[in-house]
């Protein structure tokens, strides 16, 4: 009979816990985007501008954000896969990046950019032409 109140027992402390709710995630406000696009360099937000930082010694036209966390914007040149002289501005953040280009018979080319070595990407457009660049 005692076995029985023991295993009662046990079962209605089982089902009486409730189970506690886990505390709600905290939001983690930040101005980073998981990827950036092209009109990322076109403002400066708020948020941005109170990290905002020129430094003159780097290739860098301004740089914004937190270490580990920082955006660059930079001037760029290159050229694209026919050989077209290209100039133009991006945001870069870790090994990825966006902007606009310029050619001659081409204004505002929205680009994708990735990092191949020190001062030298790798861009794409929407229409899947490469382009060339180096930081200015």
């Known amino acids: 009979m005692l076995k029985n109140y023991s295993i009662l027992s046990l079962v209605l402390l089982i089902f009486s816990c409730k189970k506690a709710d886990a505390p709600p995630s905290p939001q983690i406000n930040s101005f980073y985007k998981k990827v950036i696009s092209a009109d990322d360099r076109k403002t400066i937000t708020p948020e941005e501008a109170k990290t905002f930082h020129v430094d003159k010694t780097y290739q860098y036209e301004y740089r914004t954000g937190y270490s580990g966390h920082y955006e660059y914007n930079y001037d760029v040149k290159g050229v694209n896969s026919k050989g077209d002289s290209v100039f133009g501005n991006i945001n870069v953040e870790g090994k990825y990046g966006a902007g606009i280009l310029i050619n001659d ?19 794409y457009d929407k229409k899947r032409n490469e382009y060339y660049l180096m930081v200015k």
């Open 105 to 123: 018979s081409i204004r505002d080319i929205e680009i994708n950019t990735e990092w191949i070595s020190y001062g030298k990407l790798k861009g």
